[in-house]
Each structure stands twice: as C-alpha cells, then as structure tokens.
C-alpha cells in the first residue's frame, strides 16, 4: 500500500482527482476554504479535510517528503503569479502555469507550436468583426463584440462610464478577430515515462450567457456575450479531425520543450475553436482542466488507449506510481 499523499485545492476537479488518486492507492487530502467543506463530506473521496481561512495560507504549509499537490484552475485563478510559490511538490512544471497565465506568453506558445491563434488588431485596424478581452475578466465579463473603431470608442467609453472596466483595463484591452466556430476542449496528457502525448477526452463548456443568446434574435436585443462556466458536455471528435488534434499536442509538447524545458508536463488543454475551415486555438491550459470531470469511469479515447477505467486523474496517479517505481518522480514535480 502506498502512503504517499495526493492533495489538492477543494473546489474544480477536486472531487476527480482525489477518487482517482484513491483508485491508484494513494491516500487524499483536500485543502478547502472553512465552510466549503461540506462538499467533501458528502462525497467522501478526501481522507483528509484541512481548512483554510484564505487560499494565501496553503502559501505558508511547510513542505511534507510524502505529499504531492495536483494545481488545477483555482489555484491559478485565485492566487495568480503567488501560486508558483507554493512549498508542497507540485505535480507538473511550475513555470507552465507561469507561461498559462501570460496571455502574451499564451499566445506566444501557441505560435511557436505552430497552432493558428485569432488575428490581434489595433483600433484602427479593426475592420471585420472582432472580439475586444480585458485582462484578468473572469469568464469574460465586460468583454464585447464589435466591427469599427468608431463602435470600439463608444463601447469602451461606455464600460469606462459604468464602472465594469478601468483606464489600465481599457489601455490593456485584447482586440481579436472574431472565431466563428464550435469550440472543442481536448485533455492531454504528456507522460514522461512513456515518452508519449495522450489524448484522453474532449469535453465543450457550457458557458452562460454566451450558450444562452441564440434562444434570443439579436435584431431585437443587443446583449454582451459572457462566457462564465458553469458546467461541461462531453463530446467527441469528427474521426478525421482526431490526427490534427493529436498533432497540436505533440507539438505544444515539442513547442513548450524549447521554450521553457523541459516544458508541459502531465495534464494540459488546448482551449479550441473549429471553424468549417480550420483549428483555430485561443488559449492553452498547462494542469488538468474542469471538463476531465466528464470521464471519470474513463472516456472512448481513454479506452482505445488503456482499456480500463483511466480518469484524467487516475492517469495522473499512475504516472506517479510507474515514476517511483522507476525512481524518476522528481521529473515530475517542481
Ligand atoms: P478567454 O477569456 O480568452 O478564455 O475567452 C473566454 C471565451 O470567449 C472562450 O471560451 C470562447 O468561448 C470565447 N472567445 C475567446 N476568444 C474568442 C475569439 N477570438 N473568437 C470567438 N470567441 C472567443
């Protein structure tokens, strides 16, 4: 029985990661905000609950030699550049959390991977419609949508005027080409003991009000699209779009190696929009994403691959697993 700890923050994927965890044989703990831990008592996957006043305090846990911490979104979202700070060994690099967070650096990625990214412009150049992103908007609130410099100045003016953005927030404005597509999540996996680039699931958001406005004929309402999640669908891929797909993963994978080695490890998402045309990609994730919840008896990709149950976590606790076995687990933490 092995009695290493696998932890993590309870809110996300939580409840996934720490079952899958438990299916490998590791024993679990979740790190939960005093009075949110009433979830983890409900579903009972966590063998431990420690509460937490403030996400800042797992900033000050003394490093344990038999714990590992899975980061997914929150930690992210919550904490920013602070969670690279956390003691506890980290499952995954680090530094890909660093250059997730970046939209620059986003970016940047995903060019050098050679994945198509949305079109960026300057005010003046907006001349079809584009999508304008403010930094740090959490599911897009205040973002909107528009097709002249003319409209872009009143809006932001608006918004401005309305207190939903800042003079900072407006200079730092994102202007994108509009991606008319279907978008398309897909989980991988980069196992360094395998030396391979999983695919394991696809799931798309549900987001509201984005996934709410075609109920509604926008010649009668105009409303700004917002793209907070509150849930995920399954979904699986064309058969001939798959190679395309699996090719943005190995060569994100190739990609990140170069740009800050040894790059992504375990998890990571390739945030996806695909147009009659082509793959067009917004973002990439570099830790497990909330949509891998899906699949927690396993997917029809994860049983191609493994013909069990392979949860993204599960696969997660078995890299770790074949890792120590190998003596290898400090390849996978930082
Ligand atoms: P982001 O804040 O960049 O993660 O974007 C939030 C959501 O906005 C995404 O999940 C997409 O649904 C949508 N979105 C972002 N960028 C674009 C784009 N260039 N074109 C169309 N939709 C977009």
Redesign the pocket.
């Known amino acids: 029985m092995n009695t290493l700890i696998i932890s993590t923050i309870g809110s996300h994927s939580a409840l996934q990661i720490l079952y899958g965890a438990k299916q490998e044989g590791f024993n679990t703990k979740v790190y939960c905000l005093r009075g949110r831990e009433e979830l983890y008592k409900r579903y009972p996957v966590a063998q431990e609950i420690i509460l937490l006043d403030s996400y800042e305090d797992l900033l000050n846990l003394e490093p344990a030699n038999n714990e590992i911490f899975i980061p997914h979104g929150t930690l992210i979202a919550t904490l920013g550049k602070r969670a690279l700070d956390i003691q506890i060994p980290v499952f995954g690099n680090k530094e890909g959390m660093h250059w997730e967070m970046v939209r620059e650096n986003n970016l940047k990625l995903l060019k050098e991977a050679n994945i198509r990214t ?1 079109k960026s412009y300057q005010p003046d150049e907006i001349d079809k419609l584009v ?1 304008v ?1 403010f930094p740090g ?1 959490k599911g ?1 609130l205040g ?1 909107f949508i528009c097709s002249s410099q003319l409209e872009f100045e009143q809006r932001i003016s608006e918004h401005l005027s309305n207190g939903l953005i800042t003079k900072e927030d407006a200079k730092l404005a994102q202007i ?6 279907v ?1 398309m999540y897909p989980h991988y996996f980069h196992s360094v003991i395998h030396e391979r680039v999983e695919m394991l699931g696809i799931d798309r ?1 549900y ?1 509201t009000n ?1 996934d709410a406005l075609g109920r509604l004929s926008q010649e009668n309402y105009k409303i700004d ?1 917002t ?1 907070k999640v509150v849930g995920n669908q399954p979904l699986i891929a064309r058969e001939s779009l798959l190679p395309e797909i699996l090719e943005c993963g190995d060569r994100l994978v190739d990609a990140a190696a170069r740009l800050f080695s040894p790059g992504l490890l375990g998890p990571f998402c390739i ?1 996806m ?1 695909i147009t009659p045309e082509e793959i ?1 990609a ?2 990439f994730t570099s830790r497990i994403v909330a949509g891998t919840t899906l699949y927690t008896n396993g997917s029809p990709y994860s049983q191609f691959l493994f013909d069990e149950n392979m949860s993204m976590a599960r696969r997660i606790g078995r890299e770790i697993k074949q890792a120590m076995g190998q003596r290898r687990l400090r390849e996978l933490l930082t």
């Not at 994108?176 to 597509?181: D, R, S």
């Open positions: 949305p999508i992103k908007a897009g973002y994108q080409e509009y991606v008319v597509g978008t958001r987001e984005a699209p793209y945030e929009s067009v917004f973002e």
